[in-house]
Every structure is written in structure tokens, then in C-alpha cells.
């Protein structure tokens, strides 16, 4: 028995089963978070929505996970129940989600405008379908950040004292392939289909096959449990949460400094996915296909250096230092993308790359750091508080881009051919937004910087490597 157990996660072989099956579960519900960026456009005419109208949908993300505290919900839940539970869980809760958000974008809901009030005061007017699709997104949300909480949890498990910077980055990598592929078939999709909602049809189909493959992990894993002095998945009296973890968790000033630092860049990340596509096509007049490839380079490159990064840090470390040099290139990205002159197609190109570049910096180093800072019992709580302050961002980033440009960016009207049909389109201009971003940029480095001497002062070895040799 001693030799099973030796050759199960101890062996290359065992724990990178597990990474495998995790990670494919991530690419299958990191789909349908970005399945219809590429289709603002279209959205737009098809389902007579505005800029803001889109901004809310998209928006929707976060909605539960901030206001209701899913995501430290779900935290509890991971620490207490484990990650075979709670990844059922989270998969379940998507799948509802997506049905959600299909029948509000499939046409089962009017596109009436509703007016939102709160305490008498009108905040702003939206179409009743995308206020349910973004009810739909919202509770796809709850689910894909409980999962991506539980994703870690599960790799950090199985490679503990190995390659865990190098297994996160695989994990986060592998995700990504779902964002590539989100921004590659969406548009091809709906003119094969003739249905704007065909994308989200193919984002449920691609969940059940994820529920299959963590399902598989479950029984894969449940062997470690079995193995003599094996770790379990189940929580232990000493393990079991208390609300007294959340406050021994905000004590921690480190742990500040790097949740600060995931919303800030994420909020210039995943907000401009979701408009990239428009932005593109609008200030380089090409094609929303041809665009949609353009945003793909950033997961794509995300793909190849994210796991390199990661296995740099393992071997070498100087984490702190690799997410300051991330957000000093999301600066430049952004500034640049900012420029009205600079609109030359290869320069996009470039900037995209650039900015998978820093995609691949910060969070190769950033996810496991927090690892170091906080204690495993603690990590899915841990984790959970990361990603509800992340998603106060993934909320009002792009609620705030759909406004401002809304508001502020439009220029005119022009008729363009789409799907062999004349249609009239608003214009924007994106030079505000994307200055926006650069502020987020900006706010990085300083805390990147301010993480850098706290580790400094408390030597949490954020610049140690990650194996034990």
C-alpha cells in the first residue's frame, strides 16, 4: 500500500492525471464567460439593445457573488465539504445558470425598457432581456467562481511542495483555451446557425462534458483517500471552518495587497475581452470574425507563457517581482491602445500579445503567493475573499465601460454590411475606456510594489522558489 500511495501523487504520473481532469473542467466553464464578446455588435442589432444595455448583461458576472456573498458562501462551503462536493456544486449552478441566460437571449423575454430605482432616484433605463440575461450570467457566475476557487484547492492538493506554480499555471492556462474559443467560433457559429443564442447552447453542452470529466477526477481522487496516510478530502475537526478564519485572514496586510492587486488587473483584463472585439472592429474597420481573432492572441499567448512562468517561479521565484513587471506592461498596453493615431492592425496585434504577456506574469505568480501567505486550512476561505473583491470588478468594470460609452464615446452612425444585410451601427470612440484600463494599470504597480516590501519586511518567500529540493 505504501508503494501505491508512492506512485499516485508522489509520481508525475498521479498528480498530473488530476491537473488534467480538473483543468479540462475549467476550459469547459471558461466557455461561456466570454461566448458572446464577440457578438456585441450583433447583440446589439438583434436584440435592439444600447451599449449600456449590454454593459449590465456582461456585468451581471458578479452580481450574486458581490451583493449576496456567494463567493464567500462558497469559500465556507469548500473548507467545510471539500472539493468533491462543492466542484458538483459549482457545475450544477452554471448549468442553471446558462438555461437562464439562453431563454432570456433565445427571445422568451420582452425587450421592454425597465426603469431602476433605487430609493426614487432612476439609476438608469435597460431592456428587460438583457436585465435576465444578466440575472442568467449572474447565477453562471456563482458557479464558475465557486469552481474556480475549488480548482485550486484541488491542485494545490495534489501538488503541494512540487510544481504548484507550474501546475496553477497549467490549471489557469487551460481555462484559457475556453476563452480562445470563445473568441474564434461564436460569430462563424451564429451565421452557420442563424441564432444568436447557438453560442450558449454550445457553452451547456460543453458543461455536461466538464461534469463528466470532474466527475472522473472525484473517483480519481477518492484513491488518495484511500491510500495509508493519505490526505483527506473530507475536513477534519482541526480543518473544519470558523467565522474566526475570516478575521485571522484580514489581519494579514500581504493578503490585502494581493487581492488589491487581482481586481485591479483583472479589471483591466477581463472587462476589455468583452469589448475588445468591438473596439477592433470599429477603430481598424475589419470584420467582428476577423476581430474576434485578434482578443483570441491573448489567451493564446496566455497558453504557452503562463505555464513557463509558473515553472520560473517554482525554480527560481522572485514572485513579487514577476507581478510587478506584469502590471508595468499592463500599463503599457492600455496607454497605447488609447492613442486615436495608433491604428495600425499589426500594432493591435502586437498590444494584444503584450497584454497576454502581463496575462501570463501576474497570475502565474499571484495565485500561488497566496498559498505562502495564508495557511491550506484557511486557503479555500482564503481564495473565496479573492475572488469576491475580483468580482466587484468583473461587476462594475463593465457596467462603467457600457455608460461611458453610452454617454460620452459615441461619434455617429454608419451602414455596414453584416450577414449580407445593410445595418445601421452606432460609432464609439474608446480612447476614454481604454485610459480607464491604464488607470487600473497604473493602481497595480503601486500595489505590486507595496506586496513586493511587505514580503520584504515578513519574508513570506514570494521570491523563494516553490519546490522543495
Keep these: 500500500m505504501e508503494q501505491i500511495k508512492i506512485s499516485l501523487r508522489d509520481s508525475r504520473w498521479g498528480r498530473w492525471t488530476a491537473l488534467c481532469l480538473v483543468s479540462f473542467t475549467m476550459l469547459c466553464s471558461y466557455y461561456l464567460t466570454d461566448a458572446m464578446a464577440p457578438l456585441q455588435e450583433r447583440l446589439e442589432i438583434a436584440l435592439n439593445w444600447g451599449a449600456t444595455d449590454y454593459g449590465i448583461y456582461t456585468g451581471g458576472y458578479g452580481w450574486f457573488n458581490v451583493f449576496l456573498f456567494m463567493l464567500i458562501i462558497a469559500g465556507m462551503i469548500l473548507d467545510k465539504l471539500g472539493i468533491r462536493f462543492t ?30 430605482h433605487i430609493f426614487n432616484l432612476e439609476l438608469f433605463s435597460a431592456s428587460k ?51 480562445a474559443l470563445a473568441m474564434f467560433t461564436p460569430v462563424p457559429l451564429v451565421r452557420l446557425t442563424g441564432n444568436i443564442s447557438a453560442p450558449v447552447i454550445l457553452a451547456m453542452f460543453l458543461l455536461c462534458v466538464g461534469l463528466l470529466a470532474f466527475t472522473a477526477f472525484i473517483m480519481y481522487d477518492k484513491k488518495l ?63 467582428d470574425e476577423f476581430a474576434g481573432y485578434i482578443p483570441a492572441l491573448l489567451p493564446l499567448t496566455a497558453l504557452f507563457l503562463t505555464p513557463f512562468f509558473g515553472g520560473l517561479y517554482d525554480k527560481k521565484g522572485k514572485g513579487a517581482t514577476i507581478m510587478v513587471i506584469g502590471s508595468v506592461i499592463l500599463l503599457g498596453v492600455h496607454l497605447l491602445f488609447s492613442i486615436p493615431s495608433l491604428n495600425n492592425l499589426y500594432i493591435a496585434i502586437a498590444l494584444v500579445m503584450l497584454l497576454g504577456i502581463a496575462f501570463s506574469l501576474v497570475p502565474s505568480a499571484m495565485w500561488p503567493s497566496v498559498a505562502k501567505i495564508i495557511p491550506e486550512k484557511r486557503l479555500g476561505t482564503a481564495y473565496s475573499i479573492t475572488f469576491w473583491v475580483q468580482n466587484w470588478g468583473l ?22 454590411v453584416i450577414d449580407g444585410n445593410v445595418i445601421t451601427v452606432t460609432q464609439y470612440n474608446y480612447t476614454l475606456p481604454m485610459l480607464v484600463f491604464a488607470c487600473f494599470g ?17 519574508g513570506y518567500g514570494l521570491q523563494q522558489p516553490n519546490i522543495n529540493h
Design 87 to 116: 466542484g458538483i456544486l459549482a457545475i450544477t449552478i452554471m448549468l442553471l445558470g446558462a438555461g437562464i441566460k439562453y431563454w432570456a437571449i433565445s427571445g422568451h423575454v420582452s425587450r421592454e425598457l425597465v426603469n431602476i
Design 442 to 458: 497604473a493602481l497595480s504597480i503601486f500595489f505590486a510594489l507595496l506586496l513586493k516590501r511587505e514580503n520584504a519586511k515578513k
Design 225 to 287: 483517500d484511500k491510500e495509508k496516510g493519505g490526505e483527506n478530502d473530507s475536513v477534519t475537526e482541526d480543518e473544519k471552518f470558523r467565522l474566526s478564519d475570516i478575521v485571522k485572514i484580514t489581519k494579514v496586510k500581504a493578503f490585502w495587497y494581493i487581492t488589491i492587486l487581482c481586481v485591479l488587473f483583472y479589471s483591466a483584463v477581463f472587462p476589455f475581452i468583452k469589448y475588445a472585439t468591438n473596439l477592433i472592429v470599429q477603430k481598424f474597420g475589419i470584420s
Design 395 to 416: 461587476m462594475g468594470v463593465p457596467m462603467l465601460i457600457g455608460y461611458l460609452l453610452d454617454k460620452y464615446c459615441i461619434t455617429g452612425t454608419m451602414e455596414k
Design 129 to 179: 432581456q438583457a436585465l435576465v440575461a444578466g440575472l442568467g450570467f449572474a447565477v453562471f457566475g456563482v458557479g464558475c467562481e465557486m469552481f474556480g476557487i475549488t480548482a485550486n484547492k484541488a491542485v494545490i492538493r495534489w501538488f503541494k511542495g512540487k510544481e504548484m506554480a507550474l501546475a496553477i499555471g497549467l490549471n489557469t492556462t487551460t481555462g484559457r483555451i475556453g476563452t
